[in-house]
């Protein structure tokens, strides 16, 4: 049972260049959440999911997609990336939307 | 608009003493929250969390308390442990809604 887990664990891209990081849970959730940490900064909602096919905008959507084709994977997709998506990324998923279990995070460079 | 606020963004107290973090939250319509604990490089984890309808929830070393007319809660760790330096963060979610709003997190030092 290895939780939920999210790959690369770090990336530097380039402005303008886009990627996926990719989200995967194992424990029958479907609510799934995506978040951004800024330095010195709580949690911030991107998107979330409460089940397959089903997305929903949260507070800081704008530069980011989602897609949800299956239960234990939410893929999150930068198109053009900026330096202000400069963050560590945070995956997390959760059986009743409260209590949430999230993955170890990525750090993303825009340079 | 910080609708979670935790004032204090850190807090130093000796091993064996208690480590209270505190949290204030401006939307009424909350009615569960949570306390989550992160240690450098990794996600953060669930700590404690406590329903509206409750004050106090308890778990081991730590407890939650809840003051609705003051909006406020707190986290009390008792005794604190050299182990419990993390940063702490304060959620709190509203009704059916699914999301969970956190406040800035409190860096806590438990110094031996």
């Known amino acids: 049972n290895a939780g939920v887990t999210q790959t690369p664990k770090f990336r530097i891209l380039k402005i303008g260049q886009s990627m996926t990081l990719q989200c995967t849970q194992d424990?029958?959730?479907?609510?799934m959440y995506w978040y951004r940490q800024d330095p010195g900064m709580g949690l911030k909602l991107i998107y979330y999911?409460?089940?397959?096919?089903?997305?929903d905008k949260g507070e800081v959507p704008n530069g980011y997609n989602v897609s949800r084709s299956t239960t234990e994977d939410f893929p999150l997709r930068l198109e053009l990336a900026a330096p202000s998506q400069t963050s560590v990324y945070f995956c997390?998923?959760?059986?009743?939307?409260?209590?949430?279990?999230f993955g170890p995070g990525t750090r993303l460079t825009v340079t | 608009d910080q609708q979670v606020k935790q004032n204090s963004p850190s807090l130093s107290v000796q091993e064996g003493r208690i480590s209270i973090l505190n949290c204030d939250y401006t939307?009424?319509?909350?009615?569960?929250f949570l306390w989550y604990k992160k240690y450098p490089a990794e996600g953060p984890t669930f700590l404690i969390s406590?329903?509206?309808?409750?004050d106090k929830n308890e778990d081991g070393r730590f407890t939650v308390f809840l003051n609705k007319s003051a909006k406020h809660l707190s986290l009390h760790i008792v005794p604190s442990q050299p182990g419990d330096s993390a940063v702490y963060f304060c959620?709190?979610?509203?009704?059916?809604?699914?999301?969970?709003?956190f406040g800035k997190g409190t860096l806590l030092t438990v110094n031996p």
């Open positions: 997390a998923s959760s059986y009743s939307g409260q209590n949430q279990y």
């Open positions: 424990m029958n959730h479907n609510y």
């Open positions: 999911s409460v089940g397959a096919g089903i997305t």
């Open positions: 939307n009424s319509m909350f009615d569960y």
């Open positions: 406590i329903s509206s309808i409750k």
């Open positions: 959620a709190a979610s509203e009704g059916s809604n699914y999301k969970l709003t």
